[in-house]
């Protein structure tokens, strides 16, 4: 991992932690919220959630889904690079509210 990615995922934590740690009730139901937690998550997951790259698209995928996904990074049941990293301190409501955020976006195409 280069120093540049390294940056980024700190830029990003920070910014999660900031939305996060305001504990403000059902992050979706505040769109200035949703939009800077969005943002935390975007910067590698793409605009509005579509990935460009070689990221996972998260935005239009069942709400089900991205809350298991998210769970597992975080309890360690999913195995990846960095997702378990940025969400192990995330509660289950705020999992819950991210993934019907990103759940409510139109995916890829849509
Ligand atoms: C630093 C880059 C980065 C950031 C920021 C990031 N992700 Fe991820 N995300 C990844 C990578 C890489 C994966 C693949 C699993 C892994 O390697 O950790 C992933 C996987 C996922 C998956 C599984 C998707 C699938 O289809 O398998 C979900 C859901 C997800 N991220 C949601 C989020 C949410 C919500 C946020 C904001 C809280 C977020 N991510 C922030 C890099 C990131």
Redesign the pocket.
């Known amino acids: 991992m280069t120093f540049h990615t390294q940056a ?2 700190g830029t ?1 934590a920070l910014a ?1 932690a900031i939305v996060i740690g305001a504990g403000l009730p059902g992050l979706a139901a505040n769109s200035e919220v949703a939009a800077v937690t969005a943002e ?2 975007t ?3 793409g605009p509005g959630g579509v990935s460009e790259g070689e ?2 698209t ?1 935005a239009g ?1 069942d709400a089900a889904t ?1 809350t298991e ?2 769970r597992g ?1 975080r309890d360690g049941t999913l195995q ?4 378990g990293k ?2 192990s301190t995330l509660s289950d409501e705020e999992i819950a509210a ?1 993934a019907e955020y ?1 759940a409510a976006l139109p995916g890829a195409g849509q």
């Open positions: 980024r995922v990003a999660l935390a998550c910067t590698c997951h990221m996972p998260i995928q991205l996904a998210l990074y990846g690079t960095i997702m940025l969400v991210l990103f």
